[in-house]
């Protein structure tokens, strides 16, 4: 068997490489495993009859605040597929809506909006012993194998309690299937009366793994199963649950931030940003040809194995907004390299629309409350802040420059709102100057190749594609 690099996924869907095949606390398996398969991953969509359907899914968490406030939108308007036997890879920043998204299928978070269909069934729809008998078929294993077991149960407990709740079988036959998913996932007779804390973080997710699969499942989630283990660990995980879906013939729905591991086990990959789902495609197609700029910036950030390789890295300015008040139009809109300008400052100096977009960011970051309100009264009583005031701000960044009136009008008008602490007014100011299609308007998905989608204006007639774009200050209309 090949040892590829997970940096390049192989044209089959190979183990991942191990560290040591004979550690007794990594074993991928017993010694009655069978042969790990190696059939090509699908490098189309999902097929006609799809296992799993999300449309138009919104899950919102309401404000603490006693009046007022707004939710925050964890996942806003997503729909994609999961066909049956595939692995889905969903990737994002920290604090994008991923385990939001993979709970709310589950039904374990509450759904503001959408459908989710699992196999024919619109699970939102299920209440009481009908939900309860659906989760039957659909089950997750969590991030943290410490914190999702409970310490004071036995293994054997731990992965027989599913069983007990639904009634399967006697007692003995539940111990016996139990002994097999244990046997299964790498673990041994003697260690059903052992309690959580006599194993280790892999052998603890194996726990996770056996637990889950119990009541046998059709789709799973797991929500970042290998992040919480060691490097010389994951890929024993990995490699067990890619055994057990060639077994048990399982959907899953993969939640990870490690884009090597997402690139090597998954079949399509969904790239998620501030609760949007920006683009999906084929692993390797999307991983080679990324079509949305997030998704080009974000693959960027992946460092090259080899030190003398130069790439063409996207650097992004600002932190994402609150998902309280996400842009009105694109939800990467604040931050994108590539984003529409305006018309009228199409032939602006490229230097000077990125300071002009650096000065926005500040003012939509002191807008949306990153700065103490204490600060701010500071600021306005001509005290010393712990932030940069704007009149400040715009001497730092246009000290010297020559701005035409149709930019100075506006930043100046900015600039004395901010004087007055009114930081919304000088964010409106900014936005009405200097706002374009990408601020005002939510971009459709578009079809870019087979299989493959993306969310961004870009991708219209009208406009320059983002493959033609130079984002270090080139043609940005």
């Not at 010389?232 to 090597?260: C, G, P, R, W």
Request: proline fraction near 7%; charged fraction near 30%.
């Amino acid at each position: 068997m090949n040892n590829p690099d997970v940096s390049e996924r192989p044209t089959e869907r190979d183990r991942v490489p191990e560290a040591s095949p004979n550690d007794p606390e990594t074993s991928t398996g017993s010694a009655n495993d069978p042969e790990t398969s190696t059939e090509s991953a699908s490098d189309g969509g999902p097929d006609e009859d799809p296992l799993v359907v999300v449309d138009g899914l919104r899950t919102y968490y309401e404000s603490e605040q006693l009046i007022g406030g707004m939710p925050v939108k964890a996942v806003d308007g997503v729909s994609f597929e999961i066909g049956r036997g595939e692995t889905f890879g969903l990737v994002g920043e920290s604090g994008c809506g991923k385990t939001t998204l993979g709970r709310s299928i589950l039904r374990l978070e509450d759904i503001d909006e959408g459908s989710v269909t699992v196999d024919g069934t619109d699970v939102t729809s299920l209440r009481g012993h009908e939900l309860k008998q659906w989760r039957r078929d659909a089950q997750m294993v969590f991030q943290n194998p410490s914190s999702s077991i409970n310490e004071r149960m036995t293994v054997g407990e731990i992965v027989r309690e599913p069983l007990d709740i639904h009634g399967e079988g006697t007692k003995t036959e539940r111990r016996e299937k139990v002994s097999h998913l244990l046997d299964r996932v790498g673990l041994q007779p003697e260690h059903y009366y052992r309690y959580p804390h006599q194993f280790s973080g892999g052998q603890r997710q194996r726990i996770g793994i056996a637990r889950a699969l119990a009541l046998e499942p059709e789709f799973v989630v797991l929500d970042e199963p290998v992040s919480a283990l060691d490097v010389s660990v994951q890929a024993k995980v990995l490699n067990l649950l890619m055994d057990l879906q060639d077994e048990f013939d399982l959907t899953y729905l993969l939640i990870a931030h490690d884009l090597s591991v997402v690139r090597h086990v998954s079949d399509r990959v969904g790239v998620m940003y501030l609760g949007k789902l920006m683009e999906v495609g084929p692993t390797e197609q999307l991983f080679q040809s990324p079509e949305n700029p997030y998704t080009r910036s974000l693959l960027s950030a992946i460092p090259a194995p080899d030190p003398d390789t130069r790439t063409d890295r996207i650097t992004l300015h600002g932190t994402p907004p609150s998902p309280r008040d996400p842009p009105a139009g694109c939800a990467f809109s604040t931050r994108c390299p590539f984003k529409i300008r305006p018309e009228e400052f199409a032939d602006l100096d490229a230097d000077v629309y990125e300071r002009i977009e650096e000065f926005r960011t500040v003012v939509r970051e002191q807008d949306e409350g990153t700065v103490p309100v204490v600060e701010r009264l500071k600021a306005r009583l001509g005290l010393d802040a712990g932030y940069v005031s704007l009149a400040d701000l715009k001497t730092d960044l246009f000290d010297g420059v020559a701005l035409p009136p149709a930019v100075e009008e506006p930043l100046d008008r900015a600039v004395a709102s901010g004087a007055e602490g009114d930081v919304a007014a000088a964010r409106a100011v900014l936005d009405e100057a200097f706002g374009a299609v990408c601020e005002v308007e939510r971009p459709d998905q578009h079809s870019v190749d087979d299989g493959q989608t993306s969310r961004c204006h870009r991708h219209r007639d009208e406009y320059v594609s983002p493959d033609a774009v130079d984002h270090s200050g080139g043609d940005l209309r």
